[in-house]
């Protein structure tokens, strides 16, 4: 499996139009959580934020938030920001324009937020193009680091080293609150917040 944990420079340029990373007020970096909600890793992700007075920011997909409605509520509740992630998980490259658009707009009816992250990170301009004319104010946010906890050929450890070594203040560092991604998640993100909690980072939420 071929991926960049660290976005490189050029494809940051050729999708200009898209948010790879922030610049904070104060020394912080931004988490991100992709997939949810789901009902053993999101909740174990909302009491970790709550632990280390962290907020986060959940890109869902639609139907989760459907199976899922008082994990969701939680998020919002507890000061989270959300994200649209697609209502079933489209990879934009592999779907047609107006298929695509349909789909983010039916995860729109359950996810009421201006921030947008395509699955896998692929969408073509002119999906982004029909996204931002459809939905007043749409940022579509993609990441400066990539943790990899979806890969199971690597182990906890390895995400670690990931995320502690990539990122910098204003990093948009991305995990997955997924069946998938458990047993790395749960190995490193509490080691991760400790790591920020010990070099004076915050830990925010991406703003709406």
Request: with cysteine; proline share 7%; glycine share 6%.
């Amino acid at each position: 499996m071929f991926y960049l944990t660290k976005t490189p420079a050029i494809l940051k340029a050729i999708y200009s139009s898209c948010t790879w990373s922030l610049s904070p007020a104060k020394p912080s970096v931004y988490l991100t959580f992709d997939d949810g909600p789901h009902p053993t890793a999101t909740p174990f992700i909302l009491d970790l934020l709550k632990k280390y007075n962290a907020k986060g920011t959940f890109f869902c997909i639609g139907k989760n938030v459907v199976e899922h409605p008082e994990i969701y509520q939680r998020i919002l509740e507890e000061g989270h920001t959300t994200g649209n992630h697609t209502h079933n998980h489209l990879n934009g490259w592999k779907t047609g324009t107006d298929k695509y658009v349909e789909n983010v707009m039916e995860a729109r009816k359950y996810i009421n937020s201006t921030l947008f992250r395509p699955p896998y990170g692929r969408i073509t301009p002119f999906q982004i193009k029909q996204i931002k004319r459809l939905v007043p104010g749409a940022q579509i946010v993609m990441w400066d680091v990539l943790s990899a906890d979806f890969d199971t050929e690597i182990n906890g450890e390895a995400c670690v080293q990931n995320v502690v070594f990539k990122s910098k203040p204003g990093s948009i560092i991305v995990f997955h609150d997924s069946t998938k991604a458990w047993d790395r998640l749960e190995y490193s993100l509490p080691r991760v917040m400790e790591y920020f909690k010990k070099k004076g980072l915050g830990m925010e939420a991406i703003p709406v």
